[in-house]
């Protein structure tokens, strides 16, 4: 059975470049099939998702990679409870929004749960 | 522990308390016979060749650099590690008994 990765992405992608790298890692790593990944944005981690990410540090990582997993079906999601959600005008890749519950419960259920 | 397979991924810079923990980590994993996978990327390029590491790798710990992280930053590829891309994390990730990253 193949492991099931949790990518929680948290850190502010204004001032990181953070973000960019877990998604690059998750735009690496989804293709070979061998593993099961899931994002998740959390906090301002969710600025990523809008297209003026392209200014933050390593932003034109979010406009290439995140399309791409969206076509290995993996649409990322995002904690609603996160206050920048409503910052989000022009998202780059169409994203599911869960609650903190169903966060805890799927990471519970994954086999690792990375945070970026 | 014989024969058993750990996984590390180290993203943090050599100056974080992070980096350092992913090596004893897998110092104390080496020394009770486990397989050891060490893949560093994004800033923990700068660390490979941090003389613990290269102790350990000179036991048997498996070093792994990301090939595009020392591109972007302009680190010399060199024989401190295996340079590689993102393929081998996700081999680490599916054929390891465990893994953990430190970020």
Redesign the interface.
Known sequence: M??Q?LLIISSDPRTS??PA?AV??AA??VP?L??RMQICFCNEAVLALDELSADFPDGDVFEQHLPRLVEHELAPWVERTSASLKHIKNPLVSFKEVSTDQLAQFAAGC??V??? | MDGKKLGILISTSPENAKFKHGIRLARAAIERGVLVYLYCIDEAIHGIGDPELQRLKGEGLKLFACAYAAEKRRFPVSDLAAFSGLTIVSDIIASTDKFVAFN
């Open positions: 193949k492991r990765v470049a953070r790298e690059r890692i690496g790593v070979w061998e593993v086999d690792y990375l945070n970026f």
